[in-house]
């Protein structure tokens, strides 16, 4: 009975072994933020999903992965500690965090995302742009910038610009929250017309 077993167990463990393996694998750091690998596939299902639910999911995993910094774990904890700063709207603490961040590895493009989202909200424009600029060099299919600087662009009035910012995010992202009214309304005010 003991040895029949052993022999029964051996099997059961080498599968259990490649199950947790094969579950881990999408959540290694290895080659995480915007370089990794698993992106392609990610933003290949989010172009193609017809269905708003599962493009929030896939997007959240996008956001996940560029949030990881794939060679310093450190960067990563450093990247969640100033953004849980900027939603306790402690600003300064925020920016010297991420601008810690991009002074370590200027190849970060959610450090530089961040930065640009925390001087959105101090009201420096111009400042976010530049960020924001940052983190489309690094991520030409980060939608979340795209989108952040339609808001900077309609803050400034450059309501064209703005547009043509939020169509390239809709691009990348085809269940970009909002985006039908937003886009309305920028047509209107591109072309002068109240909203």
Excluded at 17 to 22: E, G, M, P, R, V
Excluded at 47 to 75: F, M, P
Excluded at 94 to 121: C, G, H, M, S
């Amino acid at each position: 009975m003991y040895m029949g077993m052993i022999m029964y167990s051996r099997p059961i463990i080498i599968v259990a072994f490649f199950c947790i393996a094969l579950l881990a694998a999408p959540f290694s750091r290895l080659h995480a933020d915007q370089a990794d690998a698993r992106l392609p596939a990610l933003f290949e299902a989010l172009k193609n999903t017809s269905d708003a639910v599962a493009a929030e999911a896939i997007a959240g995993q996008i956001w996940a992965i560029w949030s990881e910094h794939g060679d310093d774990e450190r960067l990563s904890r450093n990247l969640q500690l100033g953004t849980a700063q900027m939603n306790a709207g402690r600003l300064r603490q925020a920016e010297q965090i991420f601008t810690t961040i991009i002074d370590t590895d200027p190849a970060f493009a959610e450090a530089w995302n961040k930065r640009a989202t925390v001087y959105f909200l101090m009201g420096a424009f111009a400042q976010s742009k530049r960020d924001i600029a940052q983190t489309i060099i690094r991520e030409p299919r980060h939608f979340g910038a795209l989108s952040g600087l339609g808001l900077v662009e309609t803050h400034l009035g450059n309501y064209t610009a703005a547009l043509k910012a939020y169509e390239q995010a809709a691009t990348l992202h085809p269940y970009l929250e909002g985006y039908d009214d937003i886009t309305a309304a920028l047509e209107k005010l591109a072309a002068g017309d109240p909203i």
